[in-house]
């Protein structure tokens, strides 16, 4: 009989925990603008903060037409995270060396004239990586970490011809509760 009992209790505490946690409410990141757009003689941009299926931003989306003649290259060791008008550093993507991070030696990406650019980017303050050594399939690999509420933002560095645009592009990111 006391086998019995425990396995009633087990049961119902269980069915109160999913109860209970079934029933909170859940937050979800939001972002206003959905994507923020300048546009300037050399180009036009786009800032988007992504979540793919999660509850919360992990990166940003960035989309840079060149309306230009000549090529544009967008300069990634001077392009810049802000976070509520704080420069917190570099971002990084997919294909980054940590040695181009360590030393700033980031190469820019170009984009040919009349031709778009996107990229997938998160800044480095948030990101993990698995560790350099050992075996396996995530061995080195970058996790993106939240992107925090407030107002989150590039300074994103182009050039063309020994010339610098420079333009900030921000959102802000607030927490919203779903019933």
């Not at 984009?111 to 061995?139: C, H, M, W, Y």
Request: aromatic fraction near 10%.
């Amino acid at each position: 009989m006391r086998a019995s009992m425990k396995i009633v209790f087990i049961f119902m505490f269980g069915f109160t925990l999913t109860m209970a946690t079934g029933c909170a409410p859940t937050l979800i990141s939001i972002s206003t603008p959905e994507i923020q757009t300048v546009e300037n003689s050399y180009y036009s941009a786009q800032f988007e903060p992504l979540s793919e299926g999660k509850n919360f931003f992990d990166r940003f989306h960035l989309k840079v037409v060149n309306k230009t003649q000549k090529d544009l290259e967008i300069d990634w060791n001077k392009t810049h995270y802000l976070y509520n008008g704080r420069d917190l550093g570099i971002f990084v993507f997919k294909g980054i060396q940590p040695g181009e991070i360590k030393n700033l030696t980031i190469p820019p990406d170009i984009i040919p004239s009349g031709q778009s650019f996107s990229k997938d980017i998160s800044p480095l303050k948030f990101i993990a990586r698995e560790p350099l050594t050992g075996k396996g399939r995530n061995v080195g690999k970058i996790t993106f970490g939240l992107i925090p509420n407030g107002k989150n933002g590039i300074l994103l560095f182009i050039r063309q011809n020994g010339n610098q645009i420079k333009e900030k592009l921000t959102v802000n990111i607030t927490e919203k509760t779903l019933q």
